[in-house]
């Protein structure tokens, strides 16, 4: 069994950064597929970034050159650093698992998931 926690959001203005952390347990870490997912109210669930197993990194084009996703195998961690935060990136962040590298953008491919951290940006 999988059990995964995210940690690190709050309340920020325009223009802070914020460090997310998602911390792994019950599975060989550095063998999964990773992914960070938001949901902002009334708002489908929609795709952040993600990284592989290798390494490889994927990123929404809205976040593109603003957050960084990073993992840390021997920490059982997995991180975004969101900078130059706007209003819009507002939403509860989800830190997701899976095993196969397909589509790592495809939020239904992820069995495995955290409860969510509330990130708010305000103007």
């Known amino acids: 069994q999988v059990h995964v926690v995210e940690s690190g959001g709050g309340l920020v203005q325009t223009g802070a950064s914020m460090k997310l952390s998602c911390a792994a347990s019950?599975?060989?870490?550095?063998?999964?597929?990773m992914g960070w997912f938001r949901q902002a109210p009334g708002k489908e669930r929609e795709f952040v970034a993600a990284?592989?197993?290798?390494?490889?990194?994927t990123y929404a084009d809205s976040v593109q050159g603003r957050f960084t996703i990073s993992r840390d195998n021997a920490k059982n961690t997995l991180y975004l650093q969101m900078n130059n935060l706007k209003p819009e990136d507002t939403a509860v962040y989800y830190c997701?698992?899976?095993?196969?590298?397909?589509?790592?953008?495809?939020?239904?491919?992820?069995?495995?998931w955290g409860q969510g951290t509330q990130v708010t940006v305000s103007s």
């Open positions: 997701a698992l899976k095993v196969t590298s397909t589509n790592p953008r495809a939020h239904t491919l992820y069995p495995y």
């Open positions: 019950g599975r060989t870490f550095s063998g999964y597929v």
């Open positions: 990284i592989s197993a290798g390494g490889s990194t």
